[in-house]
């Protein structure tokens, strides 16, 4: 990679990489709160609309989604997004619909003796899911959370086909003015490896500051530390699986 | 474990609402039938409880004691019949001249005035103990915080556990985590206290130290206790009046000299020679 | 918005085509994962540092970088050294090679499930090593791993669109071709929609199965 690429197409690319994951993260949080605890609402219209856009978005392919965005949406509606705008919401919109699994299965796990206590003690359904349900929730969300989190850092990349000048990008460009490719894709390669690093040791501060929170301090029990990617237990792996394919409501 | 001589409660349960001549009936099931599938737990029951008595609920497991208990704290409705507490239908409300199935909000007012512990305690636990016990208080009731405060920490020391407010429920032992959630459900000064079997998760070393507990409760205070236990033996102490349950009946009901020692019904008595 | 289907007619031919090109990248790259996977995850276990190590480490690193780069990588970097590949083996292979490392989680999970008193009885038993491996240990553990396996099967399918950014023409590279030459919107929703056609059922597949495994 020449050095004016480096500084005018890489480095800038890396700072798209960066925003492009923080804004979908944002979003995809939003989307899995709000989608995840409609999934668990009583009334069955609520479930069922938005148990409907989980299963279109996760079944849907983020790239031809992100495409549709940039390309067939202008041409049908005659409005167009800023690309990096039609990579976030693609990104967002779709890892959101992964992430309300993880919320929904959470909230589920917490057990229905705290549902009752909850009830003896006269809270309302919000007071219980803001103050009992969500916060228990909360510490079993953070290692799956963190593994889409990696996934959706890995998605970002597919910005660089609808010319978001992001790191990827950076090194197709190099490529084409070089005709030299290996220490473009080597550094790049690196860069993500980089970030997901960052990332998952900062989900790690968060996970054990989770665990503090309800009185468990020190190292997860039962679940298994990889190098990077959280490892989940036997169970976590399967559901893992299933997040982003199948299962569903089951 | 708190000794014998606890100082007596300071103002503890149900001082707050409005006193009501000691038996004067508080709780009435009228024909209350619970089927789950083609089980019938409780058949067409009818009984009902005065303010400030004590009844405990004996009988054979499954004979419908923890369910009569679940239906008193809506954890589930009763497929016939309705429970009238303190004068309000728990399962309807007025609207108009007419009943109509309760909304949320009735049913949230109503139960207000009972308190439950739980077999499995169920303490919170997100929250450290001082909070578990004032988080409904501040949110339910409204009490500012440092009044919940104050008067978590006067029923902390009610059940011995003052030194222990700030620590999480898994860092305490079953017996604790029972008495924390015995001052929790005080905390929301219910007229009517519902214990389901509150010792029977506990080793039995720890057993004794709840059982104080909730005998200094009845001993020095008005509220009213519906309790489902195996301890036969507390049963005796602090009931008024002992409920023979069988097969969704009460089949006998008396006080506990007569229940223990007298019983009429052949039934009571196998059951009794069974379990004493 | 004005949907033309006469322009869904047009490019219906190509459109078989990509989903022909997709199907064959999403079998052929399944087999790469599957059993490459069960060798990530039998090398991971391996009590030799020098095989554990190196492998986790190589493991990690795939499965923490994207497949588009590793595409990339495979196709334009590769041959400077090594082999050079048609798109698709590319897109089979950088398929294959990225879900490998996902299918090993998955296969550590399933033997890790499988309850530590079978390996003590096949310890008791004097069971060889390989024998404890071939006949006690993956029997079980494949069983409970084939739903987990068939999802990530799905989720290949949904980035089987990314081969078409190295010259693969699956049903994405068709539709953006035929899109291109066009001017037109109807192709990239056709595919779309066939995703969500072909994912949700197999989804729903998947369920069915795992009820029946979980018996």
């Known amino acids: ?250 | 474990m708190p000794s014998e001589n606890t100082p007596s409660p300071a103002g503890t349960p149900a001082e707050s609402t409005e006193t009501r001549a000691a038996g004067a009936e508080l709780i009435r099931f009228e024909r209350v039938s619970k089927r789950f599938g083609d089980n019938v737990v409780l058949d067409n029951l009818e009984f009902s409880v005065d303010a400030g008595k004590h009844v405990t609920l004996i009988g054979p497991s499954g004979s419908g004691k923890t369910t009569i208990l679940r239906l008193l704290m809506t954890l589930l409705k009763p497929d016939e019949g309705e429970i009238v507490v303190d004068g309000d239908h728990l399962f309807h409300e007025r609207r108009g001249d007419k009943l109509v199935p309760a909304g949320e909000r009735h049913v949230r007012e109503v139960r207000k005035k009972i308190g439950m512990v739980f077999q499995q305690f169920n303490l919170f636990p997100n929250m450290r103990v001082l909070r578990n016990i004032t988080e409904a208080p501040v949110h339910v009731l409204g009490m500012p915080k440092d009044e919940a405060e104050q008067r978590a920490r006067e029923l902390l020391d009610l059940v011995g556990l003052t030194e222990h407010m700030d620590k999480y429920p898994v860092q305490l032992s079953g017996g604790q985590q029972q008495r924390v959630a015995i001052a929790r459900a005080l905390a929301m000064r219910p007229q009517v206290l519902l214990l389901d079997e509150v010792t029977s998760a506990l080793d039995p070393e720890l057993v004794a130290g709840v059982l104080d507990v909730l005998r200094d409760i009845a001993h020095t205070t008005d509220i009213t206790m519906l309790c489902v236990t195996h301890e036969m033996g507390f049963a005796r102490d602090i009931s008024d009046t002992v409920l023979m349950f069988n097969e969704g009946r009460v089949i006998e009901s008396g006080s506990p000299e007569k229940m223990f020692n007298d019983p009429d019904n052949e039934r009571t008595r196998e059951f009794l020679s069974a379990v004493l | 918005m004005n949907w033309d289907w006469s322009v869904v007619e047009d490019f219906m031919p190509s459109f078989w085509d990509g989903v022909l090109v997709t199907l064959q990248a999403l079998a052929l790259g399944s087999l790469i994962a599957f059993a490459l996977g069960l060798v990530w995850a039998m090398a991971q276990r391996s009590h030799r540092k020098w095989i554990s190590w190196p492998v986790t480490a190589v493991t990690e690193f795939i499965r923490n970088t994207p497949l588009l780069v590793q595409l990339f990588f495979l196709f334009y970097v590769v041959p400077t050294f090594g082999p050079s590949m048609s798109p698709l083996v590319t897109g089979v292979i950088g398929l294959g090679l990225h879900y490998s490392t996902y299918t090993a989680e998955v296969y550590r999970a399933g033997i890790d499930g499988v309850p530590v008193g079978q390996w003590e009885a096949a310890t008791a038993l004097s069971l060889p090593r390989r024998r404890t491996w071939t006949s006690v240990i993956l029997p079980q553990a494949i069983r409970r791993v084939i739903p987990a396996l068939g999802n990530y099967v799905v989720a290949m399918l949904k980035d089987s669109p990314m081969i078409a950014v190295i010259g693969a023409f699956e049903m994405l590279g068709e539709a953006r071709a035929f899109s291109n030459l066009t001017f037109t919107f109807e192709a990239y929703t056709v595919v779309g929609i066939a995703f969500i056609l072909i994912a949700y059922p197999a989804s729903l597949l998947l369920r069915a199965l795992e009820r029946r495994l979980a018996q």
């Open chain 1, 1 to 250: 990679m020449s050095s004016g690429i480096f500084y005018e197409w890489f480095l800038p690319g890396v700072w798209i990489t960066i925003q492009v994951t923080v804004y979908s993260a944002a979003l995809a949080g939003l989307v899995a709160f709000v989608v995840g605890i409609a999934r668990t609402h009583r009334l069955w219209i609520v479930r069922f609309v938005s148990g409907t856009y989980f299963e279109i978005f996760r079944g849907t392919s983020a790239l031809v989604f992100m495409l549709w965005m940039a390309f067939a949406f202008p041409l049908m509606f005659g409005w167009q997004f800023v690309p990096m705008y039609a990579g976030v919401l693609a990104l967002g919109l779709t890892y959101g619909a992964y992430g309300s699994e993880i919320v929904r299965g959470s909230l589920q796990s917490v057990s229905a003796a705290q549902r009752e206590a909850g009830i003896a003690l006269s809270f309302t359904r919000g007071q219980r899911l803001r103050r009992i349900e969500l916060p228990q929730a909360w510490p079993e969300m953070v290692p799956p959370f963190n593994n889409l989190l990696i996934e959706l850092l890995k998605g970002t990349a597919l910005v660089s086909v609808i010319s978001v000048a992001d790191m990827t990008f950076a090194a197709g460009l190099s490529r084409l003015a070089t005709n030299e490719s290996a220490p473009a894709y080597v550094l790049l390669l690196f860069s993500y490896f980089v970030i997901a690093f960052v990332l998952t040791r900062i989900m790690r501060a968060v996970e054990r500051k989770a665990k503090a929170g309800i009185g468990q301090g020190g190292g997860g029990k039962g679940r298994f530390r990889g190098l990077l990617a959280l490892k989940l237990s036997p169970e976590g792996e399967m559901r893992q699986a299933k997040t982003g394919t199948a299962g569903g409501q089951g």
